[in-house]
């Protein structure tokens, strides 16, 4: 069972072989276990596929239940949303018998509805209550989750990008920066287009961190992304109190202020927790931008 401690026997991961997802887009893109969907935007839908087998014999026995009358179901559930908790939720429901044992999961999703990111989650439940459990610590009550995978898989969109250029930073700053691994430039008018007033240098003469970033390297990547959310939200917070971070009504940040903004109320909740927290315990400021750059790390 994946990240759950229940109050009844579950299913252990070695009774059923699940094979990554399969993400196709509308456009003939492909993604094998991604954990970003690039090129993707609402009018974009989306085909998802994965393969299930079960040894459905091991399954019943790990729970102490009867193969007659036990009756097992996967429910796939896919959610959209930013953060770990979707905001909207469609669900697919598959039974399970001693004769199939094999589940394809073949789901068309229509683009429009997503924002953020995709939460796919697989379960396994009873699928009805189980009159004469064979252990007083079986699964007994119709919908009890006995095995359970969860996914989150990014999509673009949710924030504007920027552009990112390999440098030589000695030749561009001058000589006294040709070790700095990175340089962030930034035109400090926040109600101007993000995309057009962000540029991310990488240091040319560093050589292996340029190579790692232009891989895409996770940790890497969530380094720089945690210093570029840093430089930009600081910047923003500095320009004072009486300043309003411009709101989007729900539409997609595309101003230097909107982004800075989405990123302070992804982190904290509102602009005005996050100005408190920077005030006044500015390590845990920081930490809390380093997590959020995890769920940012893709730039252009």
């Given at each position: 069972?994946?990240?759950?401690?229940?109050?009844?026997?579950?299913?252990?991961?070695?009774?059923?072989?699940?094979?990554?997802?399969?993400?196709?887009?509308?456009?003939?893109?492909?993604?094998?276990?991604?954990?970003?969907?690039?090129?993707?935007?609402?009018?974009?839908?989306?085909?998802?596929?994965?393969?299930?087998?079960?040894?459905?014999?091991?399954?019943?026995?790990?729970?102490?239940?009867?193969?007659?009358?036990?009756?097992?179901?996967?429910?796939?559930?896919?959610?959209?949303?930013?953060?770990?908790?979707?905001?909207?939720?469609?669900?697919?429901?598959?039974?399970?018998?001693?004769?199939?044992?094999?589940?394809?999961?073949?789901?068309?999703?229509?683009?429009?509805?997503?924002?953020?990111?995709?939460?796919?989650?697989?379960?396994?439940?009873?699928?009805?209550?189980?009159?004469?459990?064979?252990?007083?610590?079986?699964?007994?009550?119709?919908?009890?989750?006995?095995?359970?995978?969860?996914?989150?898989?990014?999509?673009?969109?949710?924030?504007?990008?920027?552009?990112?250029?390999?440098?030589?930073?000695?030749?561009?700053?001058?000589?006294?920066?040709?070790?700095?691994?990175?340089?962030?430039?930034?035109?400090?008018?926040?109600?101007?287009?993000?995309?057009?007033?962000?540029?991310?240098?990488?240091?040319?003469?560093?050589?292996?961190?340029?190579?790692?970033?232009?891989?895409?390297?996770?940790?890497?990547?969530q380094v720089v992304m945690a210093d570029v959310i840093s430089q930009i939200t600081t910047?923003?917070?500095?320009?004072?109190?009486?300043?309003?971070?411009?709101?989007?009504?729900?539409?997609?940040?595309?101003?230097?202020?909107?982004?800075?903004?989405?990123?302070?109320?992804?982190?904290?909740?509102?602009?005005?927790?996050?100005?408190?927290?920077?005030?006044?315990?500015?390590?845990?400021?920081?930490?809390?931008?380093?997590?959020?750059?995890?769920?940012?790390?893709?730039?252009?």
């Amino acid at each position: 069972m994946r990240k759950a401690v229940l109050p009844f026997l579950t299913i252990p991961d070695d009774a059923i072989r699940i094979s990554p997802w399969d993400i196709q887009l509308s456009t003939g893109k492909q993604f094998n276990d991604p954990e970003y969907v690039d090129e993707w935007d609402n009018g974009t839908d989306l085909k998802l596929h994965r393969t299930i087998e079960f040894d459905i014999r091991k399954c019943l026995d790990s729970l102490c239940l009867p193969q007659e009358g036990t009756e097992l179901a996967v429910l796939v559930t896919i959610g959209t949303g930013a953060g770990s908790i979707p905001v909207e939720r469609w669900q697919h429901r598959y039974s399970l018998d001693v004769e199939t044992p094999v589940l394809v999961v073949e789901l068309d999703q229509a683009g429009e509805p997503l924002a953020d990111a995709l939460h796919i989650q697989t379960s396994v439940i009873l699928s009805r209550s189980i009159a004469n459990p064979q252990s007083p610590i079986s699964p007994v009550h119709e919908g009890s989750i006995v095995w359970q995978d969860k996914k989150r898989i990014r999509l673009e969109g949710d924030v504007s990008r920027f552009p990112v250029s390999e440098t030589d930073l000695g030749r561009l700053l001058g000589q006294e920066w040709k070790d700095a691994l990175w340089y962030l430039q930034v035109d400090w008018d926040p109600a101007a287009a993000f995309d057009s007033s962000v540029r991310l240098h990488v240091n040319s003469r560093q050589k292996e961190f340029a190579s790692r970033f232009r891989q895409g390297d996770s940790e890497t990547v969530q380094v720089v992304m945690a210093d570029v959310i840093s430089q930009i939200t600081t910047g923003c917070l500095g320009l004072g109190d009486e300043w309003e971070f411009e709101a989007t009504d729900g539409e997609e940040a595309t101003s230097l202020g909107q982004v800075a903004g989405h990123w302070l109320e992804s982190a904290f909740g509102t602009v005005e927790a996050a100005r408190q927290t920077h005030r006044h315990a500015p390590g845990r400021f920081h930490a809390y931008l380093n997590a959020l750059a995890a769920q940012n790390g893709d730039v252009e």
